[in-house]
């Protein structure tokens, strides 16, 4: 049985993100990297999917501005894939990113021009569950590993006109 918790403690969010990681090296095999990831996970909203109380799979969001926010990792036991987790765990943070009045939701992963299948199947996986591709470039992660930037339109905005500071809320819906 499958559940998920928001996880507030820095320390729980650590340990669970350098397990599962660890876990995973098709996807997070270089340990500078890794321990990047893992210690980047304090003051980011955190969830962790629970398979019988055993963590098997977790989200991380930060925030980039008032509009944006960002998936800063996520991993998911391989063994756990395609069994709606992924998708269960992003739809909790459009949820809570909504509430909150974000506009775009965005991920960065290894980009197309790169043939790993696995990072592959990680696209396919974003564009099934809303993300389209915005921008591929060399400059975050060099050459060697080209960033595909995803965003997805996830919502509402209360928007502020800058002249009289007048306040409009729109909803779009798709």
Same mark, same amino acid.
Do not use: A
């Given at each position: 049985m499958y559940s998920i918790d928001r996880i507030t403690e820095d320390s729980k969010k650590k340990e669970i993100s350098n397990l599962i990681l660890r876990q995973l090296p098709e996807w997070f095999g270089i340990e500078q990297s890794l321990i990047e990831y893992v210690d980047g996970v304090y003051d980011t909203d955190f969830y962790v999917s629970y398979c019988n109380e055993t963590p098997v799979g977790f989200i991380s969001v930060k925030y980039n501005n008032r509009f944006t926010a960002e998936i800063y990792v996520v991993g998911i036991l391989k063994e756990h894939h395609h069994r709606g987790m992924g998708k269960k765990l992003?739809? +909790?943070c459009e949820e809570e990113l909504r509430r909150k009045g974000i506009v775009y939701f965005m991920v960065k992963t290894l980009g197309e021009s790169h043939p790993d299948q696995n990072y592959k199947d990680t696209r396919n996986f974003y564009t099934k569950v809303g993300f389209y591709p915005l921008q591929e470039i060399n400059e975050i992660w060099g050459n060697e590993n080209p960033c595909l930037i995803m965003?997805?339109? +996830?919502?509402?905005?209360?928007?502020?006109?800058?002249?009289?500071?007048?306040?409009?809320?729109?909803?779009?819906?798709?």
């Open positions: 992003i739809h +909790i965003v997805k339109y +996830i919502g509402y905005k209360e928007v502020v006109l800058s002249k009289n500071l007048t306040t409009q809320t729109q909803t779009f819906k798709r």
